[in-house]
């Protein structure tokens, strides 16, 4: 039987990020604290990640999408 891979929700995040970013929606240099707007009840789940990898709210967008692997 094949295996599913499971993507972590900080790649899910990043790729969503980077949607919005490629569609003009958020700007690189936007806070990271904006995409609260964005995933809705979704984010406390998301900013405590965020947070335990070392962003802060304050952080650019940029930053997240910069990250090449999402190691826990």
Same mark, same amino acid.
């Given at each position: %039987?094949?295996? !599913?891979?499971?993507?972590?929700? %900080?790649? !899910? *995040?990043?790729? @969503?990020?980077?949607?919005?970013? #490629?569609? @003009?929606? *958020?700007?690189?240099? &936007?806070?990271?604290? @904006?995409?609260? *707007?964005?995933?809705?009840? /979704?984010?406390?789940? *998301? !900013?405590? /990640?965020?947070?335990?990898?070392?962003?802060? %709210?304050? &952080?650019?967008?940029?930053?997240?999408?910069?990250? /090449? #692997?999402? &190691?826990?």
């Amino acid at each position: %039987m094949p295996t !599913k891979q499971v993507i972590h929700p %900080m790649v !899910k *995040l990043q790729q @969503k990020v980077s949607s919005l970013v #490629n569609a @003009k929606i *958020l700007q690189p240099h &936007d806070s990271i604290g @904006k995409v609260a *707007l964005l995933f809705g009840s /979704e984010w406390s789940f *998301l !900013k405590s /990640e965020l947070l335990a990898f070392g962003f802060s %709210m304050q &952080d650019p967008v940029s930053d997240l999408l910069v990250v /090449e #692997n999402w &190691d826990d």
